[in-house]
T-cell receptor, first 112, second 113 residues
Framework: DQQVKQNSPSLSVQEGRISILNCDYT??????FLWYKKYPAEGPTFLIS?????DKNEDGRFTVFLNKSAKHLSLHIVPSQPGDSAVYFC???????????FGKGTTLSVSS | EPEVTQTPSHQVTQMGQEVILRCVPI?????FYWYRQILGQKVEFLVS????????KSEIFDDQFSVERPDGSNFTLKIRSTKLEDSAMYFC???????????FGSGTRLTVV
């Protein structure tokens, strides 16, 4: 059962352009959403989060958009940099602090 | 910046043996977690721990698994009798106020042979 789906296993973007990573979920009880970035041989690094009472949260180059009616969220990275190349995981939970349900991840490659 | 420390980074064990994976969470964090990632698959929740007891666990976390906070700093995951399918990266995480997201450790790669 894939409660959190990242349908694009990979994404390639040129440096300076926008990267858009998408995530869909099926559990309407999810109330809290997070994006993590992961390099090989390292643990996931928290990037940005959003609660269901918001539709947008911004932190520097990273913006997360939430569309609750469509059960869809996206992460925008503007401008993309080569150092952004990593695996990006979408995660969701029913309450902040409870079990995170992860998607399978999207590998972002930013070329210079 | 404070970090979650996991030891060892890589552990090889024979099937049927007990293993203990160790974690030192960030000192002022109150919530502790274990996740695992089987090679090529997604990160999966195992267990959460708060106030010296398990607050939530997944169906993966069966009787072969246990967690403990033996002192004020360490948080351990024990697998009593390892199986080949327990081979995975195990990540410890902690958080202070859960709304701010977790901080993950770098993981322990467990290989069961």
């Amino acid at each position: 059962d894939q409660q959190v789906k990242q349908n694009s296993p990979s994404l390639s973007v040129q440096e300076g352009r926008i990267s858009i990573l998408n995530c869909d979920y099926t559990n309407s009880m999810f109330d809290y959403f997070l994006w993590y970035k992961k390099y090989p041989a390292e643990g996931p690094t928290f990037l940005i989060s959003i609660s269901s009472i918001k539709d947008k949260n911004e932190d520097g180059r990273f913006t997360v958009f939430l569309n609750k009616s469509a059960k869809h969220l996206s992460l925008h990275i503007v401008p993309s940099q080569p150092g952004d190349s990593a695996v990006y995981f979408c995660a969701a939970s029913e309450q902040a602090g409870t079990a995170l349900i992860f998607g399978k991840g999207t590998t972002l490659s930013v070329s210079s | 910046e404070p970090e979650v420390t996991q030891t060892p980074s890589h552990q090889v064990t024979q099937m049927g043996q007990e293993v203990i994976l160790r974690c030192v969470p960030i000192s002022n964090h109150l919530y502790f977690y274990w996740y695992r990632q089987i090679l090529g698959q997604k990160v999966e929740f195992l267990v959460s721990f708060y106030n010296n007891e398990i607050s939530e666990k997944s169906e993966i976390f069966d009787d072969q698994f246990s967690v403990e906070r033996p002192d004020g700093s360490n948080f351990t995951l024990k697998i009593r009798s390892t199986k080949l399918e327990d081979s995975a990266m195990y990540f410890c995480a902690s958080s202070v106020r859960t709304v701010y997201g977790y901080t993950f450790g770098s993981g322990t790669r467990l290989t069961v042979v």
